[in-house]
Every structure is written in structure tokens, then in C-alpha cells.
């Protein structure tokens, strides 16, 4: 948990101004600086590549890990984000007497007196984010929440002392596996403790007991942003269970003003859809989408040259079309199978004698490290989307056992690289797969020494590299 000291900055909107949780935020910054902040490209130390020991090199291969290249989504969601904490917060100004009135009484007791700047009206939006595992939306997620500090401390502000001193800017949880409000309320509590760095608050035993001790907590550190992951758990099976997870989270928003952020893989988008009124809290601040990148997309290009140039391999292979078509196609887009198997691939050659990286050592690299991810649906689904299209045969009979059988011809994906003699198809693909193939060649100088022959043909034949009549030679 990060803690800040509160530096005031002037606010933009005058509505915004004089209030000290949205001063204390970090003034409202461009596109480029955001990004910058967002990306992280480890150091090379190029001089490590000619390192003699291959083991040192490997090791370097780690750093693979924490390259951050920030995508264009990165900064539509983080400006979402900011924007609906700053809402949140335009109605909780705690030196107003609004706020006064909402925090000393429960949301449902309104005092029959009211402030003379008007009751306390929840101003909470909700954002929701869905994407397949692994395209890089917890990465995305970690680098944007921290943008801001978990918690800004509070002193004085223009010389007047504030009674409560913490503002507790995000808070992030997972959704529980059984949908129980009870245990999403206690991770909420147990969190909010670590984030303040109280010791461990004791639960209440009764529901509508945790609940308000959830709600006088989060009023009293002036939480900003709440941070559900992993809502696809949300399934609708038991009786009652998720539709109460679901009203308690939208009466934090009701009731509290505090922001939602889910986050989720599908089919959560579809429980969302299932009513308008769900669908509307949970898009009400944004919904993003993040998918698989394309191959001809340009946050395609920007990630795997960075991530291209990460290497500690002894010579450098350059990035070319067949090697970015290579690993786009083995990793489907998907930022977190991209980065698995170049590393994989780095450490396959490492050591090897020959350090090039080729269209064969990524397909082992990604036998290796994709093993599990290749075998879902989900990848399944992408490859069959990027797969080449295929003629379709013409029918000049219309018979129907002429047209079932072409219909079942048609179903087998094309495949440009498949070998056409089956017959040879098992060693191919050995040679494909095979790292050191100067090992498995006898003579390497062979066709060198049959080009200084005045007879070239008739010297490979003599050396049983060229045959003329395969069927009587193997008859």
C-alpha cells in the first residue's frame, strides 16, 4: 500500500475547487505523460549478451517479465477512472456540512434539519472491463490504479486541520467464489484495515451489521474508487446469492457514491445484459472491451519490437515479417503467451552453439510454455478466426453423396505448411522442431565440393544425394 502526503492542487472545474480530496489528487496530466508513467521497458545491458557463461545470460531472460507496453485502451480507462473518483468525491467535500450530515448519519436517517448546502446526494459510477485471461487487463489494471497512491494523508488544508486524515483513493478485491455478500464484506474490511494499516477489525456476526460497519468505514477514509476482479465468479446458480452481491455493490453506489470498477472475463458481460438496469450501473462511467491484439494492428507492432529487443541471446535476430507473422499466430495476440514463448525461445538457444532465433524455435518455445493455454477454447476460437481462408471445391454433380463428401473435404483447416507426402510428415516435422540441425549433417561441405566438380549431378549421385529413379532404387 502506497501512502502519500496530501499536496494540494488548484482544481480545474470551480466545483471542484476548495474541495481537498480532489486537490490532493495528482493534477489532471496529458496523454503522453500518462503513458509514460504507465510504461516500464527493463534496461538491457547489451554487454550481457556476449557473457560467456549461458547461464548468466538466461537468467537475464527474467526481466522478459516486466516489460509494460502501454496500449491506447490503457489511457481511455485510466481517464475514466480518474473522472469517476473525482465525482465521487465532488459530493464529499468534508469541509462542507453535506458531508458532516453524511458521515455522522446513516444514508437511510436523513436529520429533519437540513444542511444548508442540501442533503448528501451520491454522485458513483460504475466501469466495467471484460477480457479473455491473459490479454492483459490485471497488468493494465495494476499500472493504471497506481497511477494514484492507495492513501493520501491529510494534515491541514489552507491552514485549517482536518479531522479525518486518511482518504483511502482505491480499494481492489476479488469477487468471492460462492457470490457470498458476507465474504466479499470481509475481504472489503480486511483490505480497508491493511490500507489505513489498522490491525484486523472483528466482522460482525450479523449481515445488515458488517454491512454498516463496511459503510462507516468506507465513509470515514473517503474511499474514491472500489475495484471488483474476477466477477466472471458471479454465475447465476444458487437462489438469491448473486443478486444479493449485486445490490449490495450497487447500494455502495446508491447509497455511498463510492465508484465501481468491475472487472471480469466473459461471460460476465452477458450476466450484466441480463437486465437494463444492471447493464446501465455497470457502463454508467464506461465498458471497455480488451481483446487479443490483431496482427496488423499498430499496438501490435509497438509491443513486439519492444518486446523483440529484449534479448540476451549472443547475435541478434532481426525482426522480420515471418518471425512477427510467427509469433502473432502461436500466441493469437495475446500480450501474456507473446511474452512466454520469445522467452522460452531465448532460453531453448541459449548455449546451443547457434543463438538464432527461427520460425521453428518459437513453434518449441511454444509447445513448452503455451501447453496448457493452447488446449482452451478460448485460443481455439482465436486461431480458428486468424486461420487462412480456403477455396471452397466446385461442385459439377448435385447429387447428394457427392456434395456430403465434398462438405467433409471442406472441413479440414487449411494449412500451407502441411507436408504433402504424409509418408514423410513425422520427420518434417522433427526437422521443423529441431534447434541444432548442423548436428544432424554428416558432411556439411558436401554441395560446397560438388559445385568444384566438373560433373556436379554425377558426383552427388555417387555420394547417394541424388537419385534419378527412386522406384528402382527402392524397389
Not at 436523513?110 to 451520491?122: A, L, M, N, Q, T
Request: proline content about 6%.
Amino acid at each position: 500500500m502506497r501512502k502519500e502526503k496530501a499536496r494540494y492542487n488548484k482544481a480545474i472545474l470551480p466545483e471542484h475547487q476548495g474541495n481537498p480530496l480532489i486537490e490532493a489528487l495528482k493534477p489532471k496530466a496529458s496523454q503522453e505523460t500518462v503513458m509514460e508513467a504507465f510504461s516500464n521497458y527493463p534496461e538491457l545491458d547489451e554487454h550481457i549478451r556476449q557473457h560467456p557463461d549461458p547461464l548468466v545470460r538466461e537468467e537475464y531472460t527474467v526481466r522478459l517479465k516486466n516489460l509494460r507496453q502501454p496500449l491506447p485502451l490503457y489511457y481511455k480507462c485510466f481517464r475514466a477512472i480518474e473522472d469517476a473518483i473525482k465525482a465521487g468525491y465532488s459530493a464529499k467535500n468534508p469541509l462542507s456540512p453535506t458531508t458532516a450530515q453524511y458521515l455522522h448519519y446513516p444514508i437511510d436517517e436523513k436529520p429533519e434539519i437540513e444542511p444548508y448546502s442540501g442533503y448528501f446526494e451520491p454522485k458513483g459510477d460504475g466501469i466495467t472491463l471484460i477480457g479473455e485471461s491473459g490479454v492483459g487487463k490485471s497488468s493494465m489494471l495494476e499500472q493504471v490504479l497506481n497511477y494514484f497512491p492507495n492513501v493520501i494523508v491529510h494534515d491541514n488544508y489552507n491552514g485549517q486541520v482536518m479531522e479525518h486524515k486518511n482518504q483511502i483513493v482505491w480499494l481492489k478485491v476479488d469477487c468471492p467464489n460462492n457470490s457470498s455478500v458476507r465474504d466479499l464484506c470481509e475481504e472489503i474490511l480486511t483490505t480497508l484495515d491493511q490500507a489505513i494499516g489498522n490491525k484486523r477489525t472483528k466482522p460482525e456476526l450479523t449481515i445488515g451489521k458488517l454491512t454498516r460497519q463496511i459503510e462507516q468505514k468506507i465513509k470515514a477514509n473517503f474511499l474514491g474508487i472500489l475495484v471488483i476482479d474476477e466477477m466472471q465468479r458471479l454465475e447465476f446458480k444458487r437462489t438469491g446469492g448473486e443478486n444479493n452481491l449485486l445490490n449490495f455493490l450497487h447500494s455502495l453506489v446508491n447509497k455511498l457514491g463510492v465508484p465501481l470498477f468491475f472487472c471480469a472475463n466473459p461471460p460476465f458481460d452477458e450476466t450484466l445484459a441480463k437486465t437494463l438496469k444492471a447493464a446501465r450501473r455497470a457502463e454508467s462511467g464506461g465498458y471497455f472491451e480488451m481483446e487479443a491484439l490483431d496482427r496488423t494492428s499498430d499496438a501490435w507492432d509497438c509491443f513486439v519490437h519492444e518486446l523483440w529487443d529484449l534479448h540476451w541471446t549472443n547475435v541478434t535476430t532481426e525482426l522480420s515479417e515471418e518471425l512477427n507473422e510467427k509469433l502473432h499466430e502461436l500466441s493469437v495476440g495475446n500480450l501474456d503467451m507473446a511474452h512466454r514463448i520469445y522467452r522460452d525461445a531465448q532460453k531453448l538457444v541459449i548455449g546451443s552453439g547457434d543463438e538464432r532465433i527461427t520460425t521453428a524455435v518459437l513453434q518449441q518455445a511454444y509447445i513448452s510454455a503455451c501447453a496448457l493455454s493452447s488446449k482452451t477454447e478460448e485460443v481455439k476460437n482465436l486461431r480458428e478466426q486468424n486461420s487462412l481462408p480456403r477455396r471452397q471445391k466446385s461442385v459439377a454433380k448435385t447429387d447428394k453423396s457427392t456434395k456430403e463428401e465434398v462438405a467433409k473435404d471442406n472441413k479440414v483447416i487449411a494449412d500451407i505448411t502441411r507436408p504433402q507426402h504424409p509418408e514423410f510428415e513425422a520427420k518434417l516435422r522433427e526437422l521443423q522442431s529441431e534447434i541444432n540441425l548442423l548436428d544432424r549433417i554428416p558432411d556439411p561441405d558436401l554441395l560446397r565440393r560438388a559445385a568444384d566438380e566438373e560433373d556436379p549431378l554425377e558426383y552427388l549421385r555417387s555420394n547417394k544425394i541424388l537419385c534419378d529413379s527412386p522406384l528402382e532404387e527402392f524397389n
